[in-house]
């Protein structure tokens, strides 16, 4: 008897035309580390009296459809995820490709998502999904991922794969040693470890219906933030926190001229940190930054993913 492993799973998404419908084709193979999206009901306990100590039967709450999927940064299949959190992005170039994805739009595309486990079998096919948050970690060594985070309408189980045959990106790696930063497009040193976090905020549409799905999944007030972690070498941070003014930090991998993702955050506040002496070693400061709408630029954030994919 087959028993389900991680290994043998496997990950197919596309965008949707209408939302929580999944497209007939279309559906790219995704890579991935791991991932908890699917859908849940809980019972509720009876609350009525006089029928003795013994409970009656329980009753089906509203279903509830979400979870993370963690996806390594790549040249070309992270750009279907960079769609899913900004839009649309804008593309240029003849073989050699520049998406330039831009943060503020209030139309998210959703996306149907098919979770398989093939010796089982077991098909889970979520549709309706928009992306909530995408979060990445930088840091000096390890393998570089992004954590992304997704609102689901609904979970359709299945024997047989509804995905069809599903065209697969070629997969080139982002690695931590291909990252930077600069700040004011000037690279900053001393940087220990540094977190970067952007949110839709979406909102759940809870309306009453018969299949206790939810009817949408809109994105409100977007939010860009992270954490630095510096070693305390300079005061430039330091001054620009205790002066409250804004600068431009930019985050990126870069592999050639032609291979590479860049995520500006146009107007980046610090919050003035406590700097404190643990022992002998050297002193860290640590500033949890957020970024805000910069009228220059014409908004928050944005990202520039350069390869040879003809568009998203």
Known sequence: MARAQGARSQLAAAFETTYGTAPTSGFMQ????????????????SELLGYGRD???????AVTADGDITVPLDAEAFGFWLKAAFGAPTTTGTTNKTHTFKSGSWSLPSMAIEVAMPEIPRFA???GCVLDQLSIAMQRSGLLTADVKLVAQGETVATATAAGTPTAYALQRFGHFNGAIKRNGTALGNIVSADISY???VERIETIRNDGRIDGADPSIAALSGKI???FAATTLMDQALNGTAASLEFSWTISS?????????AVYLPRPRVEIQGPQGIQASFDWQAAFDPVAGQMCTVVLKNTVASY
């Open 30 to 45: 995704m890579p991935f580390a791991s991932a908890s999206l699917g859908a849940e009901q809980p019972l509720l306990a």
């Open 55 to 61: 409970p009656l039967a329980p009753i089906k709450d």
């Open 125 to 127: 096919m979520c549709t």
């Open 199 to 201: 949110a839709n905020n």
């Open 229 to 231: 972690d510096v070693r």
């Open 258 to 266: 032609t291979v590479s993702l860049t995520i500006t955050a146009h």
